[in-house]
């Protein structure tokens, strides 16, 4: 089975993060390169994760008009990522854009590409949501934004482990729900306020964990793998 596991490689530069993932196996995790790694070491250290064997998550949430998401997903594609995403509330038009241009036969991935949606921020509150001028509380506004992306073809969408059950319920068992804000029990929250257990987040219908410092950071990171590898196949069983 291939791992469930998604590492959130959060380091500020490429000697760092490769540092780390030398002492990984395509077999026990796939990456997820964000914002921080992408801005400091560029679609070069994407592409070394990927001949290295890993499954990429470029997590990079575009967000602009449809043309340019369509573009960006396009050159994305090339450097033959295994995920990428883009904002939900970017709109119907702008996701079908992008979905249809990763289908566009000029694309050469060799991975089955996925395309999700990001919905509303984990970050926001009810009433930082309707700031922004939307009248529904965020988990309504999470479910609305998830149907929007699965008409769009967008193949799923990163949520919160505790609105996975809902989604599940909603929008079918093919639908990939990709959760952060997980920690192994007895793990530090950090900054993440509503957190998890892999175990629990896998029986809420949740299909890949994603999981940064607790690994990252850890004394033993092959040993939390390990361990997390090990409760989403208890889990699974
Ligand atoms: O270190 P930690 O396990 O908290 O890392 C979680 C990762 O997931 C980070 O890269 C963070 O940016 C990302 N993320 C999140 N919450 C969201 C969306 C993405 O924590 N709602």
């Not at 990079?60 to 295994?82: E, M, Y």
């Amino acid at each position: 089975m291939s791992s469930k596991l998604i590492i959130a490689l959060d380091f500020p530069s490429a000697d760092k993060a490769l540092d780390f993932v030398s002492q990984l196996s395509p077999a026990d995790c796939k990456l997820k390169v964000g914002f921080e790694l992408f801005v400091s070491a560029g679609p070069e250290m994407v592409r070394k994760l990927t001949e290295k064997g890993f499954d990429v998550f470029l997590d990079l949430k575009f967000h602009d008009i449809p043309n340019t998401v369509a573009s960006v997903c396009k050159v994305a594609a090339k450097l033959n990522v295994w995920m990428m995403n883009v904002h939900a509330s970017g709109g119907s038009k702008m996701m079908r854009a992008a979905h249809t241009a990763l289908h566009d036969k000029e694309v050469k991935n060799t991975r089955s590409l996925k395309l999700i949606a990001v919905s509303v921020l984990t970050s926001m509150s009810n009433e930082q949501l309707q700031q922004t001028g939307v009248n529904a509380l965020a988990k309504d506004q999470v479910i609305h934004l998830a149907g929007m992306a699965q008409q769009a073809g967008l193949d799923g969408m990163v949520c919160s482990a505790q609105e996975a059950p809902a989604l599940r319920k909603k929008l079918g068992k093919d639908f990939l729900l990709v959760t952060p804000g997980i920690r192994p029990a007895g793990s530090a929250k950090g900054d993440q306020s509503r957190v998890m257990t892999p175990a629990a987040a896998i029986r809420a219908g949740v299909d890949y964990l994603v999981v940064g410092r607790p690994i990252t950071q850890a004394k033993n990171p092959l040993e939390v793998i390990q361990q997390i590898n090990a409760e989403v196949h208890g889990a699974l069983q």
